[in-house]
């Protein structure tokens, strides 16, 4: 089952990288690299949000777990980081393996756009770069990001020196690092301390709310708890929403759970009945 998941998603990666060259007159305009964790919801952001901003950038989508091949995970990330034209990396939750991923691709240059969903995951060296910042509170979260991060791809794809801490500028003579002026880094060095300061200036702000779900089995449980109790499927959604579970999903598994419910209530029935039906074999012996 395994192997067919692999040969079924390695497909639809194709096709979404022919689908993004149809969109560009057939031109392969290169790819962005998304560092970010895998599993769970970030697995559906991927897929709904990031590919989708990528591909409307006029870029192919690339990942880490994209290729399906007998080499190590490092060897992959190396290699995308260098092809990308730009990495766009998801900070949120502080995951190791995504800032270790992100200094591979700061040590070539490479212009980098962060998104998180709180500004106290993204360290305090990095804050001058473009940070995209979303809130899973907002309804319409998904889709605001993924305008947010099309627009920001586009902004780079004209200026990706902007995007590049001023450290990694020029120390490379290559045609795989962006070089510019001693002026210009000066100038952009002192952009990006200004937009670290605006950060810090603005302040953030708590959401505050409920926990977020670690993950689909506790969303399920809570979506059966849901149904059972009779709620709507609007305020379903809307509850699940506010603990970061993607939009699409909530809406897919509220339509899919009343058939499980029902079907287990039957086996269920059906345990109880051949149970009931072995204790009076047991007595009339």
Request: proline fraction near 5%; aromatic fraction near 6%.
């Amino acid at each position: 089952m395994a192997v067919k998941k692999k040969a079924k998603t390695t497909t639809k990666k194709k096709a979404s990288r022919k689908k993004a060259e149809r969109r560009n007159g057939g031109e392969n305009l290169g790819s962005c690299f998304t560092i970010m964790p895998f599993g769970g919801w970030f697995d559906d952001y991927y897929e709904s949000i990031f590919c989708l901003a990528i591909e409307a950038a006029g870029l192919t989508p690339r990942r880490a777990d994209d290729l399906y091949r007998p080499s190590t995970i490092v060897h992959d990330i190396w290699e995308h980081t260098q092809q990308a034209k730009l990495i766009l990396a998801d900070l949120s939750g502080k995951n190791p393996n995504v800032f270790y991923e992100l200094g591979l691709a700061h040590a070539l240059a490479k212009p980098a756009i962060l998104v998180t969903e709180s500004m106290d995951d993204v360290p305090f060296d990095l804050r001058a770069l473009r940070v995209i910042e979303y809130d899973k509170n907002d309804p319409n979260w998904g889709v605001l990001l993924a305008d947010k991060i099309e627009n920001s791809i586009k902004e780079v794809l004209e200026s990706p020196a902007q995007s590049v801490l001023p450290a990694f500028l020029g120390v490379r003579k290559s045609a795989t690092t962006t070089t510019i002026s001693e002026k210009d880094k000066e100038l952009i060095e002192l952009r990006q301390e200004m937009s670290r300061l605006s950060h810090e200036v603005r302040g953030r702000y708590s959401k505050g709310g409920t926990r977020e779900l670690s993950g689909p089995e506790e969303a399920e449980t809570l979506i059966h708890s849901y149904l059972e109790r009779g709620l709507p499927k609007e305020l379903i959604v809307r509850r699940l929403t506010d603990r970061g579970v993607p939009h699409s999903w909530s809406e897919r598994r509220i339509e899919e759970m009343p058939e499980e419910i029902e079907r287990n209530k039957v086996v269920r029935k059906k345990k109880v009945v051949a149970k009931k039906k072995r204790v009076v074999a047991k007595k009339k012996q």
